[in-house]
């Protein structure tokens, strides 16, 4: 197998004002080099910061809202809009937490302006306001929500429910061995036989996630 050459890029990794560049050559044929490609539908910038993702999704999310508030313009309810924005629209949005505040407010632009088109469209007489209308919606906060996932992820690898050997490293928890015999199961705590008790503050977490639809 050939290795196509013009669909060959070279990118330098790097944060530094000056960068030293060096010209590659692949069958004595130089090898384009570029600032940004994309690998399994990621955009890897040369700064590393993901700029050109968050922007990719930005004019995405915004395509998939235009035509979404098109198609739900007559004889569409309330619901069904807002299943179409959370299967469509939200889902591309719960991504990384390891964004920059500019990138991450753009998102919420987006979950601002669905706020919106709820808000004129089915309560045209109320006064409208950015905070009362997410509160109606019950959307929270993109960046909030990531927490709360994240969170959630953590729970479950700490009960046992799911596998990730490194989170528990890098978190450096003491997971207390449980004997089955003096073992008492607390109730919305543990729900498997043997599985580790939560601190106290992660089960106000977990608390917080049952209330508000998270599990």
């Known amino acids: 197998m050939s290795i196509n050459i013009n669909k060959t890029r070279v990118i330098s ?38 700029h050109n993702n968050v922007d990719f999704l930005y004019s995405q999310c915004i395509k998939l809202l235009g035509f979404t ?17 959370l299967a469509l629209i939200r889902s591309k949005l719960d991504s990384w937490n390891s964004i920059t505040s500019t990138d991450s407010a753009k998102r919420e632009r987006i979950q601002k302006k669905f706020a919106s088109v709820c808000f ?15 509160e109606r919606l019950r959307l929270h906060p993109l960046s909030l929500r990531r927490y709360l996932l994240d969170a959630l992820f953590f729970i479950q690898v700490y009960r046992g429910l799911k596998s990730c050997s490194s989170l528990l490293d890098n978190a450096s928890l003491r997971v207390p061995t449980c004997h089955v015999r003096d073992f008492v199961p607390q109730k919305d705590t543990v729900p498997l036989l043997g599985a580790p008790l939560l601190p106290t503050w992660w089960v106000k977490i977990l608390t917080y996630l049952q209330m508000e639809g998270f599990l």
């Open 13 to 50: 990794y790097s944060r530094k004002t000056n960068v030293l560049l060096y010209g590659y050559q692949l069958c004595r044929t130089a090898v384009t080099r570029t600032s940004c490609v994309k690998d399994l539908g990621v955009f890897f910038g040369s700064k590393l910061y993901f």
């Open 120 to 134: 004129y469209r089915y309560f045209p007489h109320s006064s409208y306001s950015c905070t009362s209308a997410l």
């Open 69 to 85: 508030r098109s198609i739900t313009f007559r004889n569409s309810s309330l619901d069904c809009l807002y299943v179409l924005y």
